[in-house]
């Protein structure tokens, strides 16, 4: 079977790291100095009344490296070290003229509209990027499941990039249940080993069958388990945090009407969008959906879940195709 190695992954959720952000500061707050320095060695002000404009090429540049924090930063550093060092009375934060608090307000609103328009060229050069990431994404997909005349080996290819591709977003493992030929739910493929199989219990199961009967995606979680347990004071020492708990998500696979199956996956820590999910109010991605959704990073996940039910629907239509659990 082809290896699903090489497809690309989808980007998780941007945690904030106190190393680089103390490292933005340090650039965003020297190299803003660096150039009230010049202009204070050199005396340019207020032989160039203009001066301070050169603080827009740094302010440019931290916006389209760093982003907003830094843009922000070296506006409001920017501000307040021209008026301490260059405007007189020096080594103070007041102006003598009106005109010189006119100017560095023009200055201050000109620096964040400059830095606002650097960001949204920023954002939208990355939301291209993320559109091209995904149609890659799903040019693999239908490459691969293309190549296998099996529809087990497909939905295993499905299965396996899902996990593969979602995994910054938190799943961790996921299994689909499929009806047999009296329409009991049965779990037909899984991306767990033998040693961390995706067993589903008897409450699971009954879960799973709500959601495909109602069409409903269904989230259960988990606490972990107490490092130490009271109960007689009604006490649970928990190591770990409330909010990292696991969940187990059923999606019921649909086409149209029909329920085809219902699609497990194990999540853990998932991304701020990928909290709670409910089934989109039609499973044809029209292209008012997509105009509606098209900033949603969950319009990716229903175009990829897709997939899965065209290979169901494909075989539901063969009609002379024997597999036990077609109905």
């Given amino acids: ?18 190393s680089r952000l103390c490292s933005e500061t340090f650039v ?35 916006a389209s490296a760093y982003g907003r ?23 103070t934060l007041t102006m003598d003229r009106w005109e010189e608090w ?9 620096a964040l509209l400059t830095s606002q328009l650097t960001l949204r060229l920023r954002y939208e050069r990355n939301q291209a990027h993320a559109r091209e990431r995904e149609a890659k994404i799903l040019y693999e997909l239908i490459r691969l499941t293309n190549s296998q005349e099996g529809l087990e080996d497909q939905l295993e290819i499905v299965l396996l990039s899902l996990a593969r591709v979602f995994s910054a977003w938190g799943v961790h493992a996921c299994a689909l249940l499929l009806p047999d030929h009296e329409g009991a739910l049965t779990q037909l493929l899984d991306t767990t080993t033998d040693d961390d199989s995706f067993a589903l219990s008897r409450e699971e199961v009954l879960l ?9 995606v269904i989230d259960q979680r988990s606490l972990p388990h107490p490092a130490l347990n009271d109960p007689a004071n009604h006490l649970h020492l928990y190591r770990q945090l409330p909010g990292d708990v696991d969940m187990l998500r059923l999606i019921p696979l649909q086409r149209g009407a029909r329920s085809l199956g219902v699609l497990c996956l194990r999540i853990q820590q998932p991304a701020p969008w990928f909290t709670s999910i409910k089934l989109p109010a039609s499973q044809e991605l029209d292209e008012e959906k ?27 239509l063969q009609a002379h195709a024997v597999q036990p659990w077609v109905r």
């Fill in 290 to 316: 997509e105009e509606k959704e098209e900033k949603a990073p969950l319009a990716f996940f229903w175009i990829f879940l897709e997939q899965a039910n065209s290979i169901l629907e494909r075989a539901r």
């Fill in 28 to 62: 965003t707050i020297t190299s803003t100095l660096a150039i009230t320095g010049i202009i204070f060695a050199w005396q340019l002000y207020p032989r160039i009344p203009n001066i301070s404009i050169i603080y827009l090429l740094a302010i440019l540049v931290l």
């Fill in 69 to 91: 924090y830094a843009a922000l930063l070296s506006s409001i550093v920017a501000s307040l070290s021209f008026d301490f060092f260059i405007v007189p009375p020096f080594y």
């Fill in 208 to 216: 799973a069958v709500r959601a495909m009967v109602n069409g409903e």
């Fill in 1 to 18: 079977m082809p290896s699903v190695a090489h497809m690309p992954v989808l980007e998780g959720q941007s945690r904030i790291r106190w």
């Fill in 102 to 110: 006119v100017a560095l307000c023009i200055f201050l609103i000109t």
